[in-house]
């Protein structure tokens, strides 16, 4: 009687708390990388809007400051790729012609409008059929803003959708006296993201920072250290002692092409061991390279080579790849 008494109040309290949606951290996960940016020009408000709505499992964020320490969503420390700061703070470039996130105030940089990426020494549009270059009214945002917006249609669509910011330059930003990383997990905290279950992942490609992060800064996030050369897929050992996963370049997991048939580098299976997940970048529909179509590269890397995500420019196809 007593045991189905409890049982019975077990089943009242399921139903008034219905488990969270599970952080999908053990599935394969879609990252949309820079939003939907294959669509809309990268990091806009616009793009995060689009790529809420296809269903990706994690949004990403490049962090960079600006001068009044506001984060800023911008994949480079430089304004002059994707926005018309050339033409409207010609004054304002510094000796090497470049023109820096961090020389402008918040309210300096949502006067610039933002376009898709070019090349800013040809003025050519870096992938050709992409969103126009120079159309739209497109601006740049703050992270708590672009953090409101998701957190917002979580609540109103029911979605537990995450966010996978990175540290854009840490050195930089401490060799103009500003630190990032503790303005990014203030604002993380605040928003309530402090723990492995509050999906958020964090990554870096500076791998010092990251393990200052875990290890000094005490952080309880979900780490990926990010890794831009092959000689540091022998740091594997090494980035476990701080991260939950590693992000490589895609084709630090591709050796080569036997009878039509990939074969694999040693990467993910030793990642695997080490307990760290393998989120590569960056899959994208219009730069195939060594592909011949992106469902090729999908099977490839996330069935054959057994990867746990990607950081894709189109979240849509991927999405509907995996649910196939
Ligand atoms: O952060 C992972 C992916 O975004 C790779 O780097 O250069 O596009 O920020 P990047
Ligand atoms: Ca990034």
């Not at 049982?7 to 599935?27: A, H, Q, R, V, Y």
């Not at 990383?181 to 870096?204: H, P």
């Not at 179509?293 to 995500?309: C, H, P, R, V, Y």
């Amino acid at each position: 009687m007593k045991s189905i008494l409890l049982f019975l109040i077990g089943l009242l309290l399921i139903s008034c708390n219905p488990p969270k949606t599970e952080t999908p951290m053990n599935t394969k996960i879609v990252i949309a990388h820079r939003g939907a940016s294959g669509y809309l020009p990268e990091h806009t408000i616009e793009a995060k809007a689009m790529a809420y709505a296809m269903n990706p499992d994690f949004i990403e964020q490049d962090l960079v400051l600006s001068k009044d320490d506001v984060p800023i969503v911008i994949h480079d420390i430089y304004l002059d790729d994707v926005t018309d700061v050339a033409t409207k703070f010609p004054d304002k470039k510094r000796e090497d012609n470049r023109f820096y996130v961090i020389d402008f105030t918040f309210n300096e940089l949502q006067t610039l409008k933002v376009s898709e990426r070019f090349n800013p020494e040809t003025g050519k549009q870096v992938y050709a059929n992409r969103f126009p270059k120079g159309k739209g009214n497109f601006k740049l945002h703050s992270f708590k803003e672009e953090i409101a917006l998701i957190q917002g249609l979580n609540k109103s669509t029911g979605k537990n959708i995450g966010i996978y910011p990175e540290i854009k330059d840490p050195a930089f930003h401490q060799k103009e006296g500003k630190d990032l990383t503790a303005i990014v997990l203030k604002t993380l905290s605040d928003y309530g993201y402090t723990t492995k279950a509050d999906n958020c992942i964090l990554q870096c490609f500076d791998a010092k920072e990251l393990e200052r992060i875990r290890k000094e800064l005490k952080a309880d996030l979900f780490l990926v250290q990010l890794i831009e050369f092959p000689e540091e897929a022998k740091q594997l050992e090494y980035f476990a002692t701080y991260a939950d996963g590693v992000g490589p370049w895609y084709k630090q997991i591709l050796d080569k092409k036997v009878a039509g048939k990939w074969q694999f580098t040693s990467f993910v299976s030793e990642a695997h061991k080490l307990g760290l997940k393998v989120h590569p970048y960056t899959f994208r529909a219009d730069a195939l390279d060594e592909f011949t179509s992106f469902d090729e590269m999908m099977k490839t890397l996330l069935i054959d080579a057994n990867i746990d995500g990607a950081f894709t420019d189109f979240p849509d196809k991927v999405s509907a790849f995996l649910k196939k």
